[in-house]
Nanobody
Framework: QVQLVESGGGSVQAGGSLRLSCVAS????????MGWFRQAPGKEREGVAS???????RYADSVKGRFTIWQDNAKNTVYLEMNSLKPEDTAMYYC???????????????WGQGTQVTVSS
């Protein structure tokens, strides 16, 4: 059974930083495109960042210049470094694995359970 486990969420003040991690079991992440998504209460899940098998990354406009996605294949882990956090970044953050280099929820096949990020002003 494919399992993705996120960690690293927490509560920070605006301007702070967090690093999210997503570790995979029973799958090799380097064979997939990986994405980070978030969902705030009452809102749809949205793409935040994605990385393809060659290490190319793309970001949502709202996080460009503040968030960085990267992958450590030796650790079978994908990360999301979040800097200059804003209250509007508050959401449950999910990692996902899929076949396409995409920011679209429906193109990802495997999902983690999520980790909560709360940014206070």
């Amino acid at each position: 059974q494919v399992q993705l486990v996120e960690s690293g969420g927490g509560s920070v003040q605006a301007g702070g930083s967090l690093r999210l991690s997503c570790v995979a079991s029973t799958m090799t992440l380097s064979r997939y495109c990986m994405g980070w998504f978030r969902q705030a209460p009452g809102k749809e899940r949205e793409g935040v960042a994605s990385i393809d098998k060659n290490g190319n990354a793309r970001y949502a406009d709202s996080v460009k210049g503040r968030f960085t996605i990267w992958q450590d294949n030796a650790k079978n882990t994908v990360y999301l470094e979040m800097n200059s956090l804003k209250p509007e970044d508050t959401a449950m953050y999910y990692c996902a694995a899929g076949r396409f280099f995409s920011m679209v929820v429906g193109t990802y096949d495997y999902w983690g359970q999520g980790t909560q990020v709360t940014v206070s002003s």
